[in-house]
């Protein structure tokens, strides 16, 4: 660039700078303009924020804020916790379990996976879960727990009729083809054919695919391409382009309905591996589009090796399951396979009943999946002399072996006060979920340990100030890392619990997987065929996948619903719809239709696992070689970021490695010194980097 194209580039900035400043302040005022209106409608007597929020294009919480009044009942009450009694400072030494009278924690009104407040049910109605409710920025939320007195009945037993059982069908296969929509390849069984896609919408696709195959295609995966990311450039979000491309028109096609056992209809709207379901308008043809991204990431695979990958996979999962099929997703394909291990003999052959409503809701609001933090400065260092991902092979395979079990039990505070040390130990080292005040020692200079609810929906922090103290919820085994941690032990006060015998539920299933996923390791590792090995690997990751998003969906969240409305007709969207898109003809919208009677919703056994993985990040020990790994076994100020299950350090570690699930792989090595981290974007280039830097060493 020369003196004057930089002169002219620079005049050029300036006015895209004046453009910008133009854009915020007509935002600022039409911001202002839409927040008048929904303060004039909530004059109205009988205003109502589920009416006012799609017309505003905000979530009810989002209206509640700017017009209180329109806040149901329950949103009125003061909702500040009450104020703690000073602590007398603990010595170091043995852990400290202090179990105190409960005192009643006020609760957030039920709301919906979005936090959003629907009307109070009637009286009569059995008391639910309470969600907490929409904070103000930079405000924590205020976890829920358990209602004092006449609750038990309701909230500890199951849900009448509601069991996981032991399938008395065949699944049935679907006739299944691989498509790369870069370049039109399409593999079917051998054989491959080249397509033209057009415009790569999903009407061209269908098309295409049925001129080639007529018949019998029920699932089309894309394995490269994006489609649905073709206009994204013209929508402010991913998710906005995706819907749009979903619910474009697709001549002689419409919008399945579902068929049969499959209760899986409509489109599901995802950013990045979104599902496309359709029914042939003449005929029975059903057919779902989908992301072979769901069950691995593929690295420029073509699409015959993906499909190499998949029948891979099915040998290898019917040598332990006769019945096997492979469905659309990992999580459906893991979940089936469960209930294949249900015994049908002894003392789970009626099943395993679900939990009852309040419980699930409960654990939906209070339990968190994978740990992710970065820890930036003055935690530690501006430069960091070296980068080092390890991350923990199949972890949550390592966390299947014990599982809850049975009717649970509620354990006040005053009830742990009654125990004996040993009994109360045993009971934290136990399956259970704990109410619990956390306070870090006065001399803390690690990590943080027990997860706390931070600003936003299903947030999580981990406070490591010394000298802190929090309210939250954890499991047995995050609590027992709290007491007996290598360094110092924290101060724990039981406030409430629900406590489970231990069970094996799951052990046979993740057995099986974890069987199979060692054989396709060791085949990928070893096959002379560079493409039979590359299309192992890639099934020992949907291996991975399908144990990871199966306890993943036993949780069972609330469901959300995803559907569009033409602009002509808004007043027709559904009272509790959420819009998340809209352009000319029509709006896109979501809303919560809570929990489904799913017979295989056990969110216990996913919350048991998670803080097992979560604990096993800070320290696990390694009984062979009589050694620990984790977090809390490196130096202060070492420990740069927490990602689900891998950890990101300053400087290498001799971590024993036997390829087991749980251990901690060498992932990447960057040497520095590097600037630190400051967004999750910075640490993921980073990241990239090492490992790409960490497989040249190892080819060189």
């Known amino acids: 660039m020369d003196a004057q194209s930089y002169n002219a580039t620079l005049a050029d900035l300036r006015t895209v700078r004046d453009n910008i400043k133009k854009t915020q302040t007509a935002l600022a005022k039409l911001e202002a303009e839409r ?16 009416r006012i929020a799609p017309a505003a294009g905000l979530s009810l919480a989002e209206v509640v804020a700017r017009a209180p009044e329109l806040a149901p009942h329950s949103l009125a009450a003061d909702a500040t916790p009450a104020p703690e009694p000073a602590e007398a400072d603990q010595p170091a030494g043995a852990p400290h379990i202090e179990p105190r009278p409960h005192v009643p924690q006020p609760t957030a009104p039920p709301t919906g996976p979005t936090g959003e407040t629907p009307q109070a ?19 924590p939320r205020t976890l829920p727990s358990i209602p004092e007195g006449g609750t038990d009945d309701a909230w500890f037993a199951h849900m009448p009729g509601l069991a996981s059982t032991r399938p008395n069908f065949t699944q049935q296969a679907r006739s299944t083809v691989f498509l790369d929509t870069d370049i039109g390849v399409l593999v079917h069984r051998q054989q491959t054919h080249h397509l033209d896609l057009g ?70 709207v995802h ?22 991204g769901e069950w691995f990431d593929t690295d420029g695979d073509d699409p015959a090796t993906i499909r190499d ?45 679900v939990l009852s409503e309040e419980l699930r809701g409960l654990l939906h609001a209070t339990a968190g999946q994978g740990r992710n933090e970065l820890i930036t400065p003055p935690r530690v260092p501006d430069q960091l002399p070296q980068l080092v991902e390890y991350d923990r092979t199949f972890a949550y395979a390592k966390h299947t072996w014990k599982s809850p079990a049975g009717i649970p039990r509620r354990i006040t505070a005053g009830t742990f006060a009654s125990w ?37 929906d299903r947030a999580w922090h981990y406070p490591a100030q010394p ?38 539920p799951l052990d046979d299933w993740a057995k099986k997987l974890k069987d199979i996923w060692t054989n396709l390791t060791t085949q990928a590792q070893i096959h002379g065929d560079p493409g039979q090995a590359r299309a192992a690997h890639l099934a020992s990751r949907a291996v991975r996948a399908i144990l990871l998003y199966g306890i993943g969906s036993f949780a069972q969240r609330p469901r959300m619903v995803t559907g569009t409305t033409p602009r002509t007709l808004e007043r027709d969207l559904p009272p509790d719809a959420e819009i998340i898109g809209f352009d000319d003809q029509q709006i896109t919208w979501q809303r919560p239709t809570g929990f489904s009677r799913d017979p295989n919703a056990h969110p216990e056994w996913a919350a048991a696992i998670w803080s097992g993985a979560r604990a096993a990040l800070l320290s ?6 009589n050694t620990y790994a984790g977090a809390l076994h490196t130096p202060p100020g070492t420990v740069i970021a927490f990602r689900t299950d891998a950890l990101y350090l300053t400087q290498p570690q001799n971590w024993p490695y036997h390829h087991q699930p749980g251990d901690y792989l060498l992932r990447g090595h960057l040497t520095g010194p590097l600037p630190t981290p400051t967004t999750e974007e910075e640490l993921l280039t980073l990241r990239d980097t090492g490992r790409a830097t960490h497989t040249t060493r190892q080819e060189a």
């Open 121 to 139: 049910p009637a009286a009569p109605a059995a008391p639910t879960a309470p969600v907490a409710p929409a904070t103000e920025e930079g405000e």
């Open 35 to 50: 927040d008048k209106r929904i303060a004039q409608l909530a004059t109205h007597d009988k205003a109502k924020a589920e």
């Open 467 to 504: 000298g802190a103290t929090f309210t939250t919820w954890a499991g047995g085994p995050e609590l027992h890392t709290a007491l007996t941690n290598p360094l110092q032990p924290w101060k724990i006060e039981i406030l409430d619990g629900i406590l489970w015998d231990d069970g094996k």
């Open 199 to 268: 415009s790569r919408s999903a009407a061209d696709i269908l098309t295409a695919v049925f001129h080639t195959i007529p018949e019998g295609v029920e699932r089309i995966y894309i394995t490269a391409g994006d489609p649905w990311h073709r206009d994204a450039d013209r929508h402010p979000y991913l998710r906005d382009a995706v819907a749009a491309w979903l619910n474009a028109p697709t001549p002689g096609w419409r919008t399945d309905t579902g068929r049969g056992r499959d209760r899986m209809a409509g489109h599901f």
């Open 271 to 292: 950013a990045r591996n979104p599902v496309g379901r359709y029914q042939r308008e003449s005929g029975d043809s059903h057919v779902e589009i989908r992301s072979v």
């Open 420 to 456: 004996p040390e040993k009994e109360q130990i045993r009971a934290l080292y136990g399956c259970g979920h704990w109410h619990v005040r956390a306070t870090v020692p006065d001399t803390w200079n690690h990590v943080g340990l027990l997860p706390a609810p931070a600003p936003g």
């Open 309 to 353: 990958a998949f029948v891979l996979l099915w040998q290898a999962l019917r040598r332990h399951w006769s019945d096997a099929v492979i469905m659309g997703s990992p999580s459906q394909t893991g979940r089936d396979l469960w209930t294949r291990t249900i015994p049908t003999r002894g003392q789970h052959a009626d099943g395993f009943p």
């Open 620 to 625: 696990q020990r390694h009984r062979d070689e």
